[in-house]
Each structure stands twice: as C-alpha cells, then as structure tokens.
C-alpha cells in the first residue's frame, strides 16, 4: 500500500535522483554514436552490473537468494524492452522530439498509480501531470518540422508504455530487496550480446567523446538511477515521482541546447513554465495531511 509521511520522504528524495540522471540520456545517447541499439545495451548494462556489484557488497549477495525467477524476468523484460526501443528510437530519430515522446511516461505513472490498491487518484495529481503534458507537447510542436521517422515517434511512445507500466508494478514486489537490480542489469547485458551478436554489425564508439558517453550512461542513467528509482518507486511517493519527472524533458532539452544540439525557443519559457508548475503541484498533493 502507498506510504505517508516522513517515511516516503527520504527515498522519493533518492528517486528524483534518478530523474536528473535521466536528463542526460538523450545527450549521451546522440554522442554514443554509431554503436548500435543492441551492443549499447549490452556495453551500458554491462557497466550498470558492476555498479550493481558494489552497491550490493554492501549488504552481501546473500539477499539475492531468496528472490523469484518471476521477478528477475519481470525486471530483465522491463530495463531490456525499454532501452531497446529507446536506443533504436533515437538511432532513426536523433532529435529532441523523440526524447520528448518518450517522455510522457511520467504521466502515465501518475494515472496508473491511482489504480494500485490503497491510492486515490486526486484532482492535483491529475492536473499537475496534465500541465506537464502540456509544456512537453509545447516544445514538440515548436520544434523545427524535420521530417522525424514515424517509426521513431512510435517506438518512443512504446517506450512511455514500457517504462510506466513497470515502475508502477514495482510497487507489487516491494518486498524485492534493490540489490535484485544487479541481476536484472547483468541478465539485460548478456541477452543484448547475444541478439547483437544475432542481428547487428559491431560498431564501437566514435573517439573520447563516444567512449566517455557509453561509460557515462553506464555509470549514471543505465547504472546507479535503476537502483535509486526502484528505492523511489517501492518506498517513495510514487505519483510526485511521477509528476517531478516532467523536469527530465526540461532538463534533458536544456542539455542538448548547451550541447549545441538543439536550439533555443520562446516556447521553451512557456514549456517550463507549465512543468515546473506541473511538478509543484503534483508535490503539494503529497504532502502528508495528519501523519
């Protein structure tokens, strides 16, 4: 059942940590090329294992005894699905507007938390995750007409639909202990290898900047976020998480601008006037009323 008070606040605080690594995952990914979709699974999660490996050790591997094969599958499908799409995403449309599609998962997360059992779902929440919305399709529709694939438009939605539904489940396997993410990093590493070795032609990173962005996003948005988004997602409030991440597309259009990859607009004013507004109401509806 969702969780209230001084309790949640602590780990919903290490889950937004998640959201700003996140923020740098369009930037790396755009930089990690030409590695393609499937071998930078298996390079980023490779990392992410052993990030996972320490942070582990530090209450012993014996934890991860105890755990389902069903919950090992469950969050191998969820990190390989999701960064798969995201990753083939952005190989056919390296632009803003696909990471921006992608990132309508935070409204999906608000949506279906309000249907785990226990939750309510309130106007706030509602209107919060609505406003967020709006300021992501501000900037979408402002962009520069590119011509982006379909296909990529439409795999990044997918990417909305896999990552939302597994974040919210994971409130089903609270009892998992995090350190079961290392197993789900490792296990999403090996099966990318083997479907890159498959179907994909090796291609390494283009010079420092391609080698130092594939070890970045296997130390941060693919490593060290899984473990704090789990913490988030399991002990935190997860509709303010769900609503703050609408800061991950401000954030992640803002790098890319400093990046020299995108271009500033008037619409990105409005567009962050509408998500910071968006997240700051999300956060009065979780707040704790009595506890």
């Known amino acids: ?64 005894r105890g755990v389902p094969l069903r919950v090992y599958a469950f969050g191998t499908a969820g990190l390989f699905g999701y960064h798969l799409l995201y990753f083939t995403a952005f190989r056919l449309g390296p632009d803003a507007s696909t990471g921006l599609i992608a990132y309508l998962w935070p409204l999906l997360i608000v949506l279906m938390s309000g249907l785990l059992p226990g939750a309510r779902l309130t106007a706030r929440p509602i209107i919060g995750a609505a406003l967020g919305l709006i300021g992501a399709a501000v900037i979408v529709l402002q962009a520069p007409s590119t011509g982006a694939p379909i296909a990529a438009l439409a795999l990044a939605f997918l990417c909305a639909l896999v990552w939302s539904s597994y974040s919210v489940a994971s409130a089903f396997v609270r009892e998992v202990p995090t350190e079961a993410v290392t197993v789900y990093c490792a296990a999403t590493a090996v099966l990318s290898a083997l479907a890159h070795f498959g179907f994909e032609q090796t291609q390494w990173p283009a010079g420092a ?40 597309p401000l954030l992640s259009t803002l790098a890319l601008i400093a990046a020299g990859i995108s271009t500033a607009t008037p619409a990105l004013a409005l567009a962050a006037l509408l998500i910071t507004a968006g997240a700051a109401l999300a956060a009065s509806a979780a707040k704790p009323s009595g506890d």
């Open 1 to 64: 059942m969702p969780q209230s008070g001084m309790k949640t606040h602590r780990p919903t605080l290490i889950g937004f940590s998640a959201i700003l690594l996140w923020s740098l995952l369009a930037l790396l990914t755009i930089f990690a090329s030409p590695v393609p979709p499937l071998q930078l699974n298996a390079m980023t999660f490779g990392i992410g294992a052993l990030v996972g490996l320490i942070w582990t050790a530090r209450r012993g591997f014996a934890v991860l």
């Open 209 to 248: 900047l391609g080698w130092g962005s594939v070890i970045a996003l296997g130390l941060g948005p693919v490593g060290i976020a899984f473990f704090t988004w789990d913490i988030g997602m399991k002990r935190g409030d997860i509709q303010f998480l769900g609503a703050a991440s609408y800061a991950a």
